[in-house]
């Protein structure tokens, strides 16, 4: 069992930005594959991005391109997800995932371990 443990949320003002972490419990962390999702409220949970074991492949959702970057730290365990240029739509609960498999990479990776998600505000 992976317990991962998201911080960094908040509340920030459009236009502003914060960096999300997962924190994972166990050293395989290193061979997962890592994905974040958000989930406003009344809405589906919606894809983000991903980021393979080695950090060196990345996939974002469109709506997050070019103001999101995932990265990751093997040795402490720790993904992040900096999110620049905040829009008032980006509010949502931010929800790190492991996937153990790589099959699928991008959008279709199964996730077997989940976060339980910290809140983001983006006020306008």
């Known amino acids: 069992q992976v317990q991962l443990v998201e911080s960094g949320g908040g509340l920030v003002q459009a236009g502003g930005s914060l960096r999300l972490s997962c924190a994972a419990s166990?050293?395989?962390?290193?061979?997962?594959?890592m994905g974040w999702f958000r989930q406003a409220p009344g809405k589906e949970r919606e894809f983000v991005g991903t980021i393979n074991w080695s950090g060196d492949r990345k996939y974002y959702a469109d709506s997050v391109k070019g103001r999101f970057t995932i990265s990751r730290d093997n040795a402490k365990n720790t993904v992040f997800l900096q999110m620049n240029s905040l829009k008032p739509e980006d509010t949502a609960v931010y929800y790190c995932a492991a996937a153990i498999d790589s099959t699928g990479w991008g959008t279709g990776l199964q996730y077997d371990y989940w976060g339980q998600g910290t809140q983001v505000t983006v006020s306008s």
């Open positions: 166990r050293r395989t962390f290193s061979s997962y594959e």
